[in-house]
């Protein structure tokens, strides 16, 4: 059981939350007192940052290609990498959420994704025939993992995709 100088976890407060928000009148009536509430084993970093996207669409603890990145290998690199060291014409590997999918009718099938990362967004163009071998993929998958080629022009940078995936 908890003292009352050991924090509760999010679960515990989740659970209390509920017992509040029900009707009094329904407790009153019966005139029996809500139950303690069941132990709760505390809540990964992983569900924690799961549950902050599910209910706020966005968390401040961590975000999930950082939590997934001691799993993805050397070769994969973060956007921010990709922006600042990366010269062009190099074959890179990103992994990251798609926070944005455009396929405008006067791309002629090109698709463009904005691929978000813990260490910022890379805009990522997807051509028609990687788009329509990997449709369910690009369109699907909330995190890619996408190798490409980075192209500089001036300022502004993209990676053209040759190869798409989901991660497993």
């Known amino acids: 059981e908890h003292g009352d100088d050991q924090p509760k976890g ?3 407060l989740l659970w209390q939350v509920g017992m509040v928000a029900r009707p ?12 303690a ?10 569900d924690e940052v799961l549950l902050d996207y599910a209910t706020q669409g966005l968390s ?15 070769k994969v690199i973060t956007a921010g990498a990709a922006l600042e060291d990366v010269p062009h ?3 890179v ?13 006067t791309a002629k ?4 994704l904005l691929l978000e990362d813990e260490s910022g967004a890379l805009n990522v163009i997807v051509g028609p025939e990687l788009y329509r071998a990997e449709r369910t993929t690009i369109r699907g998958e909330p995190i890619l993992r996408v190798r490409g080629r980075l192209e500089r022009h001036g300022r502004v940078v993209n990676l053209v995709a040759r190869e798409g995936h989901r991660l497993p």
């Open 10 to 12: 999010r679960r515990e």
């Open 24 to 35: 009094r009148e329904s407790q009153e009536a019966l005139e029996i007192m809500a139950p």
């Open 37 to 46: 509430g069941p132990r709760f084993a505390q809540l990964t970093m992983w």
């Open 60 to 74: 401040v603890r961590a975000h999930p290609v950082e939590l997934l990145r001691p799993m993805l290998g050397p």
């Open 89 to 91: 014409g190099r074959m």
């Open 93 to 105: 590997e990103v992994v990251g959420a798609i926070t944005a999918r455009q396929k405008p009718p």
């Open 109 to 112: 099938g090109v698709v463009f």
